[in-house]
């Protein structure tokens, strides 16, 4: 990584003079953001975070001075060609020529790898993680918040992928419960075998709606209650219709889920966990934490003093299970098959009460693993609807952004003859949607706009895109740069330094959304990547520039759409060429 190589060099030589060993430093060493004040240094060293490892117990208002200090101890070398003391830092400006060089030669080199191959990550152990996202209910509606996990366990996924760690994706489906016998008895009363399998969500949505007004009378709730009997007492006739049920709808989920560009290794569901819950009841009466009401239910008592303050409800008053009991096997059976080391859960934030339960609950139970699960939760997004109304399926939020898109597109003067306009329109769409809910923090709530989201200028996943697909057919244009050939000397515009600064930053990026799973590290990198690159397309031109010039300024273009292309692919994008 181009970054390490400096931040090594500026430790070397700071490790000498303050008597640290340099691996202590390298993480104090961060490439400086660009600025739109213009002239910045490359690298800067906080003083704070130096003086906190040694015993020199000094005063926030020393902080300037020993930064002045410092840098008057320092000297420049074939590296560093400028030093200078800020309020609290040290700022080091690399050789302009080795900055280009390094930087361009490391980015065209590493390709897809590059900044994941960064030391920073040189610590980190490389782990199974068992994400568990999306996880619709089969014949229910799949809600925004839905499509909101499937984004960010995604997400989280590439991003596990990508810096070396083993991840099993899974699915965890509402596959089961008393929603079934409804559902049974619809389909016997309103069902169509054909619909059924041709377009099963929708179909069982529509059946499951008819039966629930149906269920107002009694006779109806016997039936349904007598259907789901019969499944957990594995009726053959019962069970077949409900795989068909189970089968049809992830049928037509993997379907859907490609289009988003998500995949899962598991189809799991509640439906694996019926015998292993009553098996984990067992368990917790064994151990002494089950505890039966006068009502007849089963809780566990999770308050400190043992008062029964908070606690936790496992089990119905007929001795059938609920969805926490089927959590607990489910985690369980998953540590049995999987031996992960970590294990995430990424659902909305009013689900947080549930997973600290569950995580309590299996602490009490001598799981001392449940400490490595971890909930990843996110706000609420209101307002998503389309022209057809409220959100129901997944597919009418991917055919609304894909319709106003190529609406968009055709209605734009710059639009060129694209070879599949649809296939694009669907592409810079998603990039659109996924930027959008990408920007802000995980937990908070935000208000949906399709204006906002489709805008083509402005933070958002279209100026992504288009940014990407307008070096794509710099490229294109002037073939590919060759870096044995590239004089660096032609890039030290302050423009085109601000390119490569920016690009020295990537890793530090990465490592911190590593750190606190949020993508909008990687988001507001991105954007700015593409806004420093529009600007240095303006302003150095590879037409009509003499052919060193245009030479170096095409590798430069090259490396900003390589790390822009690969940033956008762990956020669940997929660069388009043209558009």
């Known amino acids: 990584m181009a970054a390490c190589s400096f931040r090594r060099s500026i430790a070397s030589q700071l490790s000498k003079l303050l008597d640290l060993p340099p691996e202590n430093l390298i993480k104090s060493i961060s490439a400086v953001p660009v600025s739109k004040k213009r002239h910045v240094a490359d690298f800067q060293l906080s003083i704070a975070s130096v003086t906190e490892d040694s015993s020199t117990n000094c005063l926030a208002q020393d902080l300037p001075l020993q930064a002045q200090k410092l840098a008057e101890r320092l000297k420049c070398d074939a590296v560093v060609s400028e030093i200078s003391a800020g309020p609290g830092t040290v700022n080091f400006t690399i050789n302009r020529e080795l900055l280009a060089k390094t930087v361009l030669q490391q980015v065209l080199k590493d390709g897809s790898e590059y900044g994941v191959k960064s030391e920073l990550f040189a610590t980190v152990p490389r782990q199974k993680a068992v994400i568990e996202f999306s996880s619709p209910n089969i014949a229910k509606k799949f809600h925004i918040g839905h499509l909101r996990s499937t984004i960010v366990g995604n997400f989280i996924a590439n991003l596990k992928v990508a810096l070396g760690h083993e991840v099993i994706r899974i699915n965890y489906l509402g596959d089961w419960g008393m929603q079934f016998?409804?559902?049974?008895?619809?389909?016997?009363?309103?069902?169509?075998?054909?619909?059924?399998?041709?377009?099963?969500?929708?179909?069982?949505?529509?059946?499951?709606?008819?039966?629930?007004?149906?269920?107002?009378?009694e006779n109806t709730?016997?039936?349904?209650?007598?259907?789901?009997?019969?499944?957990?007492?594995?009726?053959?006739?019962?069970?077949?219709?409900?795989?068909?049920?189970?089968?049809?709808?992830?049928?037509?989920?993997?379907?859907?889920?490609?289009?988003?560009?998500v995949h899962f290794d598991e189809y799991s569901g509640e439906s694996f966990y019926q015998e292993k819950s009553q098996e984990v009841l067992k368990m917790l009466e064994d151990k002494g934490l089950l505890q039966k009401t006068t009502k007849g239910t089963g809780i566990v008592d999770l308050s400190e003093k043992k008062d029964l303050s908070s606690f936790s409800t496992v089990m119905r008053s007929d001795g059938t299970s609920l969805y926490i009991t089927r959590d607990l096997a489910a985690a369980i059976d998953r540590m049995n098959k999987h031996s992960w080391d970590t294990m995430i859960y990424v659902t909305d934030k009013s689900q947080s009460n549930h997973f600290q339960h569950l995580f309590q609950i299996l602490k009490l139970m001598g799981y001392d693993w449940a400490e490595r699960c971890q909930h990843v939760s996110f706000g609420l997004v209101q307002g998503m609807k389309t022209r057809r109304g409220e959100v129901i399926f997944l597919e009418d939020v991917l055919n609304e952004?894909?319709?106003?898109?190529?609406?968009?597109?055709?209605?734009?003067?710059?639009?060129?003859?694209?070879?599949?306009?649809?296939?694009?329109?669907?592409?810079?769409?998603?990039?659109?949607?996924?930027?959008?809910?990408?920007?802000?923090?995980?937990?908070?709530?935000?208000?949906?706009?399709w204006d906002r989201a489709l805008q083509s200028r402005g933070d958002t996943g279209v100026f992504l895109q288009y940014t990407h697909a307008r070096l794509?057919?710099?490229?294109?244009?002037?073939?590919?740069?060759?870096?044995?050939?590239?004089?660096?000397?032609?890039?030290?515009?302050?423009?085109?330094?601000?390119?490569?600064?920016?690009?020295?930053?990537?890793?530090?990026?990465?490592?911190?959304?590593?750190?606190?799973?949020?993508?909008?590290?990687?988001?507001?990198?991105?954007?700015?990547?593409?806004?420093?690159?529009?600007?240095?397309?303006?302003?150095?031109?590879?037409?009509?520039?003499?052919?060193?010039?245009?030479?170096?300024?095409?590798?430069?273009?090259?490396?900003?759409?390589?790390?822009?292309?690969n940033g956008m692919k762990l956020l669940g994008i997929t660069p388009v060429t043209q558009m």
């Open 221 to 261: 709730k016997e039936l349904a209650k007598d259907f789901f009997r019969k499944l957990e007492e594995h009726d053959e006739q019962t069970l077949s219709l409900w795989k068909q049920f189970r089968d049809l709808s992830i049928e037509e989920y993997i379907r859907i889920y490609k289009r988003l560009g």
């Open 401 to 449: 952004v894909r319709s106003r898109m190529l609406q968009n597109m055709a209605s734009a003067k710059t639009t060129k003859e694209i070879e599949d306009p649809v296939e694009t329109a669907e592409k810079v769409g998603l990039a659109a949607l996924i930027i959008q809910d990408f920007r802000g923090l995980l937990s908070s709530d935000y208000q949906f706009s």
């Open 472 to 565: 794509h057919s710099l490229e294109q244009m002037h073939g590919n740069a060759q870096l044995t050939d590239v004089n660096v000397t032609c890039l030290q515009e302050p423009d085109a330094i601000s390119v490569l600064q920016h690009l020295l930053r990537y890793d530090e990026v990465l490592y911190r959304s590593s750190q606190d799973l949020q993508p909008k590290h990687i988001v507001s990198y991105l954007l700015t990547l593409s806004h420093l690159a529009a600007v240095a397309h303006k302003t150095l031109p590879v037409k009509g520039s003499a052919p060193g010039v245009a030479q170096a300024r095409l590798c430069l273009f090259q490396a900003a759409r390589s790390v822009l292309a």
């Open 181 to 217: 016998g409804l559902l049974g008895v619809g389909f016997q009363r309103f069902g169509n075998k054909e619909k059924l399998k041709t377009s099963p969500l929708q179909h069982l949505f529509e059946v499951y709606v008819q039966i629930n007004k149906a269920a107002e009378d």
